[in-house]
């Protein structure tokens, strides 16, 4: 499952990437930051740091792990908002390419719940089993 995750976050950061430079123009014309497009490089991380990492899990792992999605997905779900409110058509292409960052930050942290939930499940049969 890391390994799909990981090329799947890779797809999304290459795809939302491409997608948010294409759309560089309006976000410049609307004056909306372009921070995530270099914040989708961080999607890669989460995975990588989970498969490394845990051979010895540790809260903060799973906090940095949390931190390569949050951020992308609140400045991702708030320019989309500001955008919206524009009412016009032209931003169709970049709130298509934010939605697609926002896709790859639920992605992310999805599967860092799935993996949480797992070591919970994990540890408490492991402690049931010991009476």
């Not at 919206?84 to 970049?94: D, E, H, P, Q, S």
Request: proline residues 3%; aromatic residues 10%.
């Amino acid at each position: 499952m890391d390994i799909a995750i990981f090329i799947t976050l890779l797809i999304i950061t290459y795809k939302s990437s491409k997608s948010l430079s294409d759309s560089s123009e309006i976000f410049k014309e609307f004056n909306v930051s372009r921070v995530l497009s270099v914040l989708v490089f961080i999607y890669p991380l989460g995975p990588l740091l989970l498969i490394f990492g845990s051979m010895q899990p540790h809260i903060l792992l799973y906090l940095l792990v949390a931190a390569c999605f949050l951020p992308q997905l609140v400045i991702a779900r708030k320019q989309i908002n500001a955008l919206n409110l524009l009412g016009t058509n032209r931003v169709k292409g970049a709130t298509d390419a934010l939605s697609l960052a926002w896709l790859g930050a639920i992605i992310g942290l999805i599967y860092l719940a799935v993996v949480l939930i797992m070591i919970f499940s994990i540890s408490s049969v492991a402690t049931s089993n010991h009476y």
